[in-house]
């Protein structure tokens, strides 16, 4: 199956927002096996779209179109399509009881060309909104399927994959419902885990496996076809404990979870507080930790050490560790650590150290960093890295790493609990 | 003069990448008045980019594509240019001398397949890459002028601007050359901006003005078509003054810094040292005025004091301060700045308190936000915000506001020296 994507949208053409949805669907269509082969992108115009719609129509058998379904007079992607099928417009009552509980709930009142959301192409299959008021559509005309999805990303998202993905199994002729499952990696690169996998990856058709390698992390997705959900999940633990066997040990989550969100949850879960040290990585590990709501029952506090003197004065670093291994070292990122836990009062914490460059610093490297733990094991724990990549990469990988190496510490501490 | 974008990488359609080049180009384009109405993307595919770039070339005046002239197997669009336009591909000396350079440079030997990015399409006006390895080029096809730029945004941005946009003008039939300048604001909403400018910007053709919101902050672009340089000068000179009369108390630098980082620019000007303590912006601000190489210089340390016993342990605020006022308070605020001043031995120290939300805090609404300065002034200084929206919102904004403040304040301080 072949398919397309018409963007619509004058914003587009402006370049005020960046196409994110064209992004959004390839990838999504390519995972189920749909190639697409252009992408185009027109204006709030009739006559435009439809010539591109007229082009698509004649060399695809999909056609995706997004946006230009809302209530202003600029929107005419229904209006276009409609007339380019030959069809009219009708009332869609469920859309409409959609529409006017939305302005219900929200205790404001529904002006009159909201009502205009609620129309359809006649004998269309209708793709209900359950994140915003326009209803998308499918419209067939002659061998072509046409489809029409809301321009809003938090609209479309789901649409297509809730609405649209179980018809489009149906159009590929299969009686069957597509399910994936994401699973999450890190500390292991995309080309290595593809090795590892390999004889998987080729050999397994249901469900497929997809490797996407994306900021230092790599996820795998399985995507199962089969009509029975209990048999769907038997077969992605299947996959899953095959992989996992292999490579489970840079397994760290699922789904659209980030290192950082799991360690929230994780320390959450386990009642565990932490505090923090942070040189080289100036207060954006806490940054991050904190951005969760409902951060300040698991984080306690932190230093920003920066220079060295505040390592010793205000932390508590001793001058001795200091002078005898200099700041660069995993004596000083343990001796972080510990006065973080102890001058912070929780449970452990998580010290870093290093060279986010360019320069280098105690005649280190830059992307030599040192990451010290105090309080999951008895004796504090200290992790060495050498990361290449400017002072923006360098900085963030380490604090992936260590969020992994916490998750890591704790899964240990977990099974001898 | 009407345009379309082709953008050519099967990365592009199988979702991998984003298309930022479409939006950069086309917001580029309708800042130079130049309308796009279309943008298409195609694969590293012979057959399908000549259809495009048929079509294209049947209605348009400029085609600008991007991507496909590195030096690997995929990529062609050169060769299917220089096909389309019937046209043999030479060696363009002073681009292969670019290219040998940048191995040189590197310190890495040149494999024979670079050689092929010398090559450029006969009698093309060559775009020199200073960025990177592969040359632009113009080729002009009856009517149409059909731009090849490289893919990577990182060569294509610098290119388009600096070799593109002067022979944009010629094409144009100006005898002029374009350049714009772009103000800074802050603390204003983009309406208010409008509304406080809307007869200059009406009234104004060279330089036009044309103001973008984004994140919280406006920018407007002055662009001026003129052949002197030095004439050029005076008219965004002119033109600047007439904006800064009336709105000049938002201005807080031009061109592509952030607020961050002419903060950051202004210290190291000042060689003013800073500490920080930071509640809910947990460690944000600190690690983002730590990503700017040479922020040691700068930056002394601080403390993300998060849980209100570390206000008071760690940081030393007076339990007496605590108790009389809370810790979301001025009192609070000032107290965090002065200890943070005190504690890192630094010229001056900003401290944040308040509540990111979604919950209440000492029956405060999210959004209240206080700001402590410490040592830019006689007696530290506070300031009160009410921000609207989520937690990552009210957040990223008191940042800004807090650099803003700084900036502000430094500014006063300059007048006096």
């Given at each position: 199956m072949n398919a397309e994507l018409i963007s619509v949208g004058s914003e587009l053409l402006l370049g005020q927002i960046v196409n994110t949805n064209a992004a959004f669907l390839s990838q999504e269509l390519a995972l189920l096996g749909v190639n697409v082969f252009y992408q185009t992108t027109v204006g709030d115009n009739g006559k435009r779209l439809t010539a591109a719609l007229e082009l698509a129509n004649s060399r695809s058998d999909l056609v995706i179109i997004t946006g230009g379904l809302g209530p202003t007079k600029d929107d005419l992607t229904k209006e276009t399509v409609a007339s380019f099928v030959s069809r009219k417009l009708v009332h869609h009552e469920e859309s409409l009881h959609n529409i006017e509980s939305y302005f219900l709930k929200r205790n404001r009142p529904m002006s009159e060309n909201n009502r205009k959301q609620a129309l359809v192409i006649e004998g269309s299959h209708v793709l209900l909104n359950y994140h915003g008021m326009a209803p998308g559509m499918i419209v067939t005309n002659n061998d072509t399927k046409i489809v029409m999805l809301p321009g809003p990303p938090q609209e479309m998202k789901p649409m297509f994959t809730n609405e649209f993905v179980p018809q489009l199994a149906k159009m590929m002729g299969e009686q069957t419902s597509i399910t994936s499952r994401v699973l999450r990696f890190f500390g292991i690169g995309e080309s290595q885990l593809e090795t590892d996998l390999l004889d998987l990856i080729e050999a397994q058709t249901n469900p497929t496996i997809a490797p996407?390698?994306?900021?230092?992390?790599?996820?795998?997705?399985?995507?199962?076809?089969?009509?029975?959900?209990?048999?769907?999940?038997?077969?992605?633990?299947?996959?899953?404990?095959?992989?996992?066997?292999?490579?489970?040990?840079?397994?760290?989550?699922?789904?659209?979870?980030?290192?950082?969100?799991?360690?929230?949850?994780?320390?959450?879960?386990?009642?565990?507080?932490?505090?923090?040290?942070?040189?080289?990585?100036?207060?954006?590990?806490?940054?991050?930790?904190?951005?969760?709501?409902?951060?300040?029952?698991?984080?306690?506090?932190?230093?920003?050490?920066?220079?060295?003197?505040?390592?010793?004065?205000?932390?508590?670093?001793?001058?001795?560790?200091?002078?005898?291994?200099?700041?660069?070292?995993?004596?000083?990122?343990?001796?972080?650590?510990?006065r973080a836990k102890e001058q912070c009062v929780s449970d452990i914490a998580i010290s870093f150290t290093g060279v986010a460059g360019p320069s280098k610093q105690e005649g280190k490297e830059p992307g030599t960093i040192f990451i010290g733990v105090a309080g999951l094991t008895p004796e504090p724990l200290y992790y060495e890295l050498n990361l290449a990549g400017n002072r923006k990469a360098v900085t963030d990988r380490a604090i992936k790493y260590g969020c992994f190496y916490l998750l890591k510490e704790m899964k240990r501490w977990n099974m001898k609990e």
């Open positions: 996407l390698a994306n900021e230092g992390e790599v996820t795998l997705r399985l995507t199962v076809k089969h009509a029975d959900p209990t048999e769907q999940k038997r077969l992605l633990d299947e996959t899953e404990d095959q992989v996992t066997k292999r490579v489970g040990q840079y397994l760290y989550g699922y789904g659209d979870t980030s290192l950082m969100e799991q360690l929230f949850l994780q320390l959450r879960e386990k009642h565990c507080t932490i505090a923090t040290a942070e040189s080289f990585t100036g207060g954006k590990f806490s940054g991050m930790l904190t951005s969760f709501s409902g951060s300040s029952a698991i984080y306690r506090g932190g230093f920003v050490s920066y220079a060295t003197d505040v390592k010793e004065k205000v932390l508590g670093v001793s001058n001795e560790v200091i002078r005898k291994y200099g700041v660069i070292s995993p004596q000083c990122a343990i001796e972080m650590a510990k």
